[in-house]
Structure formats: structure tokens, C-alpha cells
């Protein structure tokens, strides 16, 4: 069966540090991999998607980005970070088939102080 | 661009009725999937129904059926008797062919006793 992973749960990281979230699906091959911001009581926002390795695709302009080093990895990262890129970060993945949903991570709740 | 709404930021439903979450759509492509999910307070984000743009009939999954007028773009979920589980966040989100999924602003049920 195919299963996401997505760590750490919680973060708190000063404004200036550097970010580096990461995102591995097991049980599935060539999917596609999205990065989504969900801030306070507000909808997703897609960040970042990739169809294959070293093919990302932004979203919006922002101060992240995003790299997919192996077929089912994700990594989000930040050199230095904003107090507007705190939030609720979640991976999905999906396969390129009409007629089935994502699948979610559990999420990363970064506070940025 | 693809945009999803949602009106009702918030509801209350005393248990063991029905409820109705609001969701309209837009897109100028013809094939499109719509999904509901739910996203208690964890913050995981749980997939409970979908319903292709061609598809004839409503989809139905359990207590939850989705009322999908494909000439009004909407596709509104209703939750049949209500449980105090049901309490959480619901997203309406639609995809088409570049299979990003796109989210309204979600609707919060609160399910009273």
C-alpha cells in the first residue's frame, strides 16, 4: 500500500534560519509530488509541484523553494526565513489519473520567531 | 483559472441530521474532478468523495453524497446524519488536466450534541 511521510510535525525556527522540510512516499512510483501552505483557518495554497525528478514547477513567488533529489522524495527548503512563511506545510502526492485524489501527509506546523 | 468557492465559513448541525456545505466551481476545461475532504483539528487532511465531470450519477460514499449540477457548476456535499465526529474543516477542490488541485477557502461544521 502506498504511504506518505512528512517530518518534522512541528517546528519553530528563528527568522534567518534556513528550512528544510522533507516529504518520501513509499508504495508508488513516478507520482506526482505537490507542496501546499495552509495558513491559520484559510485554504491550501499550492506552493511548489513536481511530475518527475529535477522537474519543479512554483506556484506563486515566494521566499521557498523546492527540489526532488530521488522519484519519491520532496524537499522544501528556505535559505532565510520570514515570519510570513509560518504556517501549515503539507505533501501530497497523486498519480496522473483522472479520477483519484491526492493523498496528504500529516503536515508540518513551522512557526517562524 | 480554475476557482473554487465556498460561502459558508461556518456551520452548526445538531446530531443526527443533515447538513449541506456549499461549493461552486469554474473552469473552462471539460474534464474536471471535484473532491471533498476533511481536515479536523489534527490538521490531517482526509478524502471522503469525488466526482468526475462525466460522470451521470451522483457519487455516494457512506453517509456522504455529493449533489453534483454540472450546468449550475456546483457541487455541494451533504452529510447525512450528522455525528459529533463530523466536526472539522471541509475543503471542496477541483482538478483538471494539469492534475494541480486547487481548494477553496473551506467551510468549519461544528456538530452540537
Known amino acids: 500500500s502506498q504511504t506518505i511521510h512528512q517530518w518534522p510535525a512541528t517546528l519553530v525556527q528563528p527568522v534567518g534560519s534556513p528550512l528544510s522540510l522533507e516529504c518520501t512516499v513509499e508504495?508508488?512510483?513516478?507520482?506526482?509530488l505537490y507542496w501546499y501552505r495552509q495558513a491559520a483557518g484559510r485554504g491550501l495554497q499550492l506552493l511548489f509541484y513536481?511530475?518527475?525528478?529535477?522537474?519543479i514547477s512554483s506556484e506563486v513567488p515566494q521566499n521557498l523553494s523546492a527540489s526532488r533529489p530521488q522519484d519519491r522524495q520532496f524537499i522544501l527548503s528556505s535559505k532565510k526565513l520570514l515570519l510570513s512563511d509560518s504556517g501549515f506545510y503539507l505533501c501530497?502526492?497523486?498519480?496522473?489519473?483522472?479520477?483519484?485524489?491526492?493523498?496528504f501527509g500529516s503536515g508540518t506546523r513551522l512557526t517562524v520567531v | 483559472a480554475q476557482k473554487i468557492t465556498q460561502t459558508q465559513p461556518g456551520m452548526f448541525v445538531q446530531e443526527k441530521e443533515a447538513v449541506t456545505l456549499d461549493c461552486t466551481y469554474d473552469?473552462?476545461?471539460?474534464?474536471?474532478?471535484l473532491f471533498w475532504y476533511k481536515q479536523p483539528s489534527s490538521g490531517e487532511m482526509i478524502f471522503l468523495i469525488y466526482?468526475?465531470?462525466?460522470?451521470?450519477q451522483n457519487a455516494t460514499e457512506g453517509r456522504y453524497s455529493l449533489n453534483f449540477q454540472k450546468a449550475r457548476k456546483s457541487a455541494n456535499l451533504v452529510i447525512s446524519a450528522s455525528q459529533l465526529g463530523d466536526s472539522a474543516m471541509y475543503f471542496c477542490?477541483?482538478?483538471?488536466?494539469?492534475?494541480?488541485?486547487?481548494f477553496g477557502a473551506g467551510t468549519t461544521v461544528t456538530v452540537r450534541a
Open positions: 501530497a502526492w497523486s498519480v496522473r489519473v483522472q479520477g483519484n485524489g491526492y493523498t
Open positions: 508504495g508508488t512510483s513516478n507520482p506526482n
Open positions: 513536481s511530475v518527475g525528478i529535477g522537474q
Open positions: 473552469t473552462s476545461d471539460p474534464s474536471y474532478g
Open positions: 466526482q468526475g465531470s462525466y460522470d451521470q
Open positions: 477542490a477541483m482538478r483538471v488536466y494539469d492534475y494541480k488541485l486547487s
